[in-house]
């Protein structure tokens, strides 16, 4: 018998007073719930890749990429396909299981469809799970991708429907939660979630939660994202989120959602090997792997492995996982890696996936 019951009915109390627990009751509980459910010590591993950087009409308060920000980005044109799979090829071979593909679009217009499905077969055919986020879609661009073979699909929520005007102006929440039934509907898993730190009161990270866990069917993966302070958009001079609120909120997106992947996102770089390690114990059982995430930075690989190695984790071992328990292997990866990266210096590389 599961000691617990998958619920789509949460009310916005019941969830503030999981976020006011104390400290140690929360995390027995979300660590109970996630060791029932997956291996403990087992981490599913993501690489991220923009394949066109820059520009985006959108107004998204946190976002180096919208165009009416200036942070000094370059934009960049949607890349070539043949530099895709060179970068899925490297990121199986370090250890992804997992490749996601993120255009800086408000929506993908249908004269680059064709491109994505090709794209989407291409690398599909490496081994690896596929992923994309392009802004929001139709039923018909999401039921493209999906018989292209696209396992799954990225949109945030972002934040609470009451805090979300403060945030963004140029979509509507409605627009983003049609995309994702667009997305269920056409077959493919969700990847939702939400960034947090983004000036927001504990009700509204409530809220955020509340929205995904009310779904009609969970997110398959819910990633958490730390804000990223870029100079130039208008929120770089906040006050950083108190670190215990974030591994709260991935407490309890594990004890809302029990069967979803809980994915730490973008904010890594700036987090302690203490708090990750907390974040892991309290449901976290994902991550984006790789030095860079768009513009902002992630660890490296082998200070990730260093971290595994550690705790005790692994990273999950799908059909293409090559990633060995051996450090020498995994610190001879982690160092191809990084001399691809500074031969191609320049190219667009991560895609942090709150677009």
Same mark, same amino acid.
């Given at each position: 018998?599961?000691?617990?019951?998958?619920?789509?009915?949460?009310?916005?109390?019941?969830?503030?007073?999981?976020?006011?627990?104390?400290?140690?009751?929360?995390?027995?509980?979300?660590?109970?719930?996630?060791?029932?459910?997956?291996?403990?010590?087992?981490?599913?591993?993501?690489?991220?890749?923009?394949?066109?950087?820059?520009?985006?009409?959108?107004?998204?308060?946190?976002?180096?990429?919208?165009?009416?920000?200036?942070?000094?980005?370059?934009?960049?044109?949607? /890349? &070539?396909?043949?530099?895709?799979?060179?970068?899925? @090829?490297?990121?199986?071979?370090?250890?992804?299981?997992?490749?996601?593909?993120? !255009?800086?679009?408000?929506?993908?217009?249908?004269?680059?469809?064709?491109?994505?499905?090709?794209? *989407?077969? &291409? *690398? @599909? !055919?490496?081994? /690896?799970?596929?992923?994309?986020?392009?802004?929001?879609?139709?039923?018909?661009?999401?039921?493209?991708?999906?018989?292209?073979?696209?396992?799954?699909?990225?949109?945030?929520?972002?934040?609470?429907?009451?805090?979300?005007?403060?945030?963004?102006?140029?979509?509507?929440?409605?627009?983003?939660?049609?995309?994702?039934?667009?997305?269920?509907?056409?077959?493919?898993?969700?990847?939702?979630?939400?960034? *947090?730190?983004?000036?927001?009161?504990?009700?509204?990270?409530?809220?955020?939660?509340?929205?995904?866990?009310?779904?009609?069917?969970?997110?398959?993966?819910?990633?958490?994202?730390?804000?990223?302070?870029?100079?130039?958009?208008?929120?770089?001079?906040?006050?950083?989120?108190?670190?215990?609120?974030? *591994?709260?909120?991935?407490?309890?997106?594990?004890?809302?959602?029990?069967?979803?992947?809980?994915?730490?996102?973008?904010?890594?770089?700036?987090?302690?090997?203490?708090?990750?390690?907390?974040?892991?114990?309290?449901?976290?059982?994902?991550?984006?792997?790789?030095? @860079?995430?768009?513009?902002?930075?992630?660890?490296? &690989?082998?200070?990730?492995?260093?971290?595994?190695?550690?705790?005790?984790?692994?990273?999950?071992?799908? @059909?293409?996982?090559?990633? &060995?328990?051996?450090?020498?292997? /995994?610190?001879?990866?982690?160092?191809?890696?990084?001399?691809?990266?500074?031969?191609?210096?320049?190219?667009?590389?991560?895609?942090?996936?709150?677009?």
């Amino acid at each position: 018998m599961s000691s617990f019951t998958v619920r789509h009915d949460w009310s916005r109390s019941e969830i503030e007073a999981l976020f006011a627990l104390p400290m140690n009751d929360l995390l027995f509980r979300a660590h109970s719930i996630h060791r029932e459910v997956f291996d403990p010590n087992e981490v599913q591993v993501s690489r991220l890749l923009s394949i066109k950087t820059g520009a985006c009409p959108e107004d998204c308060k946190y976002c180096p990429q919208s165009a009416r920000y200036d942070t000094g980005l370059e934009k960049e044109r949607l /890349l &070539e396909i043949e530099k895709v799979l060179t970068e899925a @090829k490297a990121a199986r071979d370090a250890g992804a299981t997992r490749f996601c593909m993120g !255009a800086a679009w408000r929506n993908p217009h249908e004269r680059d469809m064709p491109y994505l499905t090709d794209m *989407v077969k &291409e *690398v @599909k !055919a490496l081994g /690896l799970e596929t992923c994309m986020t392009l802004g929001m879609l139709s039923a018909h661009q999401a039921s493209q991708l999906a018989e292209a073979g696209l396992d799954y699909y990225n949109h945030n929520l972002d934040t609470s429907p009451e805090y979300y005007g403060d945030i963004i102006t140029t979509r509507t929440y409605q627009d983003r939660l049609d995309t994702l039934s667009n997305v269920r509907a056409a077959g493919m898993k969700v990847c939702s979630g939400g960034i *947090v730190g983004m000036g927001e009161q504990a009700t509204d990270r409530a809220g955020l939660l509340q929205q995904l866990a009310n779904l009609e069917q969970h997110p398959d993966s819910v990633p958490i994202n730390m804000l990223v302070k870029v100079a130039g958009t208008p929120l770089d001079s906040l006050e950083d989120l108190d670190p215990l609120e974030f *591994v709260r909120t991935i407490a309890v997106a594990r004890i809302l959602m029990p069967l979803s992947r809980v994915r730490l996102s973008a904010g890594r770089e700036k987090m302690s090997d203490e708090l990750q390690a907390m974040c892991f114990f309290a449901g976290a059982n994902s991550i984006f792997y790789g030095c @860079k995430l768009l513009t902002t930075a992630n660890p490296e &690989e082998s200070d990730d492995m260093s971290l595994f190695r550690r705790l005790g984790l692994k990273p999950e071992q799908g @059909k293409a996982a090559l990633v &060995e328990e051996d450090a020498a292997v /995994l610190a001879k990866a982690s160092r191809g890696a990084a001399d691809k990266q500074e031969k191609d210096a320049g190219q667009a590389l991560f895609y942090d996936a709150t677009r």
